[in-house]
Nanobody
Framework: QVQLVESGGGLAQAGGSLRLSCSTS????????MGWFRQAPGKDREFVAA????????RYTDSTRGRFTISRDNTKNTVYLQMNKLKPEDTAVYYC????????????????????WGQGTQVTVSS
């Protein structure tokens, strides 16, 4: 069983930075993947970034590439989302997600393919 515990988030001004953390317990082998999604009021849950635990491979959505960085700390079983150059449109509840995926597949961006989820953390960016 995989459990995810998020921390971080809060309020930032446009152009500022925030860092989200997601700690996981349970199995984290080479096929383990972790992702970040976000959901703004009235909108669908949106893929932000993902990382493959085994080789550290990453994937980003176009709107966050170059501003957000997903990384991991193997010793702490924690994945981070460093968010820089924040924009008001980044305002949303951010969710950490995880699952296991074969090594020959591209990191999935579909929420329904992640079976483990954190509780969500609010990120608010003021203009």
């Amino acid at each position: 069983q995989v459990q995810l515990v998020e921390s971080g988030g809060g309020l930032a001004q446009a152009g500022g930075s925030l860092r989200l953390s997601c700690s996981t317990s349970g199995r984290t082998d080479g096929n383990f993947i972790m992702g970040w999604f976000r959901q703004a009021p009235g909108k669908d849950r949106e893929f932000v970034a993902a990382l493959r635990w085994g080789d550290g491979g990453t994937r980003y959505t176009d709107s966050t590439r170059g501003r957000f960085t997903i990384s991991r700390d193997n010793t702490k079983n924690t994945v981070y989302l460093q968010m820089n150059k924040l924009k008001p449109e980044d305002t949303a509840v951010y969710y950490c997600a995880a699952d296991f995926q074969g090594p020959n597949r591209a990191l999935t961006i579909f929420a329904q393919e992640y079976h483990y989820w954190g509780q969500g953390t609010q990120v608010t960016v003021s203009s």
